[in-house]
């Protein structure tokens, strides 16, 4: 199976901070690669798919980048709706895996 | 608007079987690849299980296989999800998803609760 690993697990950010959350696949993917953001008590919600195309309605202080085996979510500038959790998954290879997950909270 | 609404969550024992509904509206449901995703209490998403548009083809997590079985009538609009020999550490929200064409989730149910315990 493919492994998802992100980093940091934690990150504490101000409102207004430009943030990178980092996934690495343990091996290549190409561009197959999404992020999810989840709040708490709610399903996770569809930011970013192959790598770098954001999801309609999403706000483009969001953006992606990476291929082969190294991604990045980048946030531009944080807003207060922007502190959750995110999730990479790779969907290059069944059975398709998740990050363990990046928790972005208020400094 | 897409919508998945899933059921039959509750408290079970250990070793007891449960089947997990999610039924789906919104879409040309037989079309798209359906994904059942859980997540324990506190912890991360684990990808769990897939099935095609048609039904034909599945795909299992490790940690699941020879317990889990994914299936979908396209004429109800609804993808199950059976569950075999349930163990405390199935304890999670089960997540109901749609997949796009390109295999990504885009749509999400709300979850359905399964807590395993005596």
């Known amino acids: 199976d493919i492994q998802m690993t992100q980093s940091p697990s934690t990150l504490s950010a101000s409102v207004g901070d430009r943030v990178t959350i980092t996934c690495r696949a343990s091996?290549?993917?190409?561009?197959?690669l999404a992020w999810y953001q989840q709040k708490p008590g709610k399903a996770p919600n569809l930011l970013i798919y192959?790598?770098?195309t954001l999801e309609g309605g999403v706000p483009s202080r969001f953006s992606g980048s990476g291929s082969e085996t190294e991604f990045t979510l980048t946030i531009s500038s944080l807003q207060p709706d922007d502190f959750a959790t995110y999730y990479c998954?790779?969907?290059?290879?069944?059975?398709?895996?998740f990050g363990q997950g990046t928790k972005l909270e208020i400094k | 608007e897409v919508q998945l609404l899933e059921s039959g969550g509750g408290l079970v024992q250990p070793g007891k079987s449960l089947r997990l509904f999610c039924a789906a509206s919104g879409f040309t449901f037989s079309s798209f690849t359906m994904t059942w995703v859980r997540q324990a209490p506190g912890k991360g998403l684990e990808w769990v299980t897939a099935i095609s548009g048609s039904g034909d083809t599945t795909y299992y997590a490790d940690s699941v296989k020879g317990r889990f079985t994914i299936s979908r009538d396209n004429s109800k609009n609804t993808l199950y999800l059976q569950i075999h020999s349930l163990r405390a550490d199935d304890t999670a929200v089960y997540y109901c998803?749609?997949?796009?064409?390109?295999?990504?989730?885009?749509?999400w149910g709300q979850g359905t609760l399964v807590t395993v315990s005596s």
């Open positions: 091996q290549s993917i190409s561009k197959w």
């Open positions: 998954q790779q969907y290059s290879t069944f059975p398709y895996t």
């Open positions: 998803a749609k997949d796009s064409p390109s295999d990504y989730v885009d749509h």
């Open positions: 192959k790598a770098s």
